[in-house]
T-cell receptor, first 118, second 117 residues
Framework: NAGVMQNPRHLVRRRGQEARLRCSPMKGHSHVYWYRQLPEEGLKFMVYLQKENIIDESGMPKERFSAEFPKEGPSILRIQQVVRGDSAAYFC????????????????FGEGSRLTVL | GDSVTQMEGPVTLSEEAFLTINCTYTATGYPSLFWYVQYPGEGLQLLLKATKADDKGSNKGFEATYRKETTSFHLEKGSVQVSDSAVYFCALSEGSESGGGADGLTFGKGTHLIIQP
């Protein structure tokens, strides 16, 4: 009974490189959320996706960041041309749809991917 | 928009002390309220939740009561342990039975709790 799986757990990139973070939701969950946690700060919502659909990307930076959740495979958060300010922990969470857990807003989080930009 | 305000840390206590972490919220509707805990190097775990006014969530000795009149959801524990050292996040969700809401959680900034032996 696997939970939300994120990989890689740790990623180091040099400025200007690309970072790809993957998230496999819990079995039976079709909704994925990405959050960013900057050092000494709380979690900030980035994007909410269903399979093949971006529902809300109001928290995504306008440039360099993109997210997808294809019909098959994990959700991917992609950061192009990374800068030092992108260094953070990126958390993925999932929820089911039309279930009691969904109605109460409970999300199930992965262990996060920690991006360090040199 | 929705917002969550919680007391700033770090909060440092001795083992067996009484803990209160304050949390207040602003929401347009009738949100569900949550406390999440993040242990060092790990992701967030749901600690407890309450879905309507006067509900009390409880888990692992922690409690929080949904107070609509004061828009608060303070976290309490009668006797803390060193293993409770973590970051605690208060959060809300404006979920609706129509299924049209609940587009994620709104988090507070987190309170770092340090328990000393």
């Amino acid at each position: 009974n696997a939970g939300v799986m994120q990989n890689p757990r740790h990623l180091v990139r040099r400025r200007g490189q690309e970072a790809r973070l993957r998230c496999s939701p819990m079995k039976g969950h079709s909704h994925v959320y990405w959050y960013r946690q900057l050092p000494e700060e709380g979690l900030k919502f980035m994007v909410y996706l269903q399979k093949e659909n971006i529902i809300d990307e109001s928290g995504m930076p306008k440039e360099r960041f993109s997210a997808e959740f294809p019909k098959e495979g994990p959700s991917i958060l992609r950061i192009q041309q990374v800068v030092r300010g992108d260094s953070a922990a990126y958390f993925c969470a999932s929820s089911p749809r039309f279930s009691q857990e969904y109605l109460t807003g409970e999300l199930f989080f992965g262990e996060g991917s920690r991006l360090t930009v040199l | 928009g929705d917002s969550v305000t919680q007391m700033e840390g770090p909060v440092t206590l001795s083992e067996e002390a009484f803990l209160t972490i304050n949390c207040t919220y602003t929401a347009t509707g009738y949100p569900s309220l949550f406390w999440y805990v993040q242990y060092p190097g790990e992701g967030l775990q749901l600690l407890l939740k309450a879905t309507k006014a006067d509900d009390k969530g409880s888990n692992k000795g922690f409690e929080a009561t949904y107070r609509k009149e004061t828009t608060s959801f303070h976290l309490e524990k009668g006797s803390v342990q060193v293993s409770d050292s973590a970051v605690y996040f208060c959060a809300l969700s404006e979920g609706s039975e129509s299924g049209g809401g609940a587009d994620g959680l709104t988090f507070g900034k987190g309170t770092h709790l340090i328990i000393q032996p």
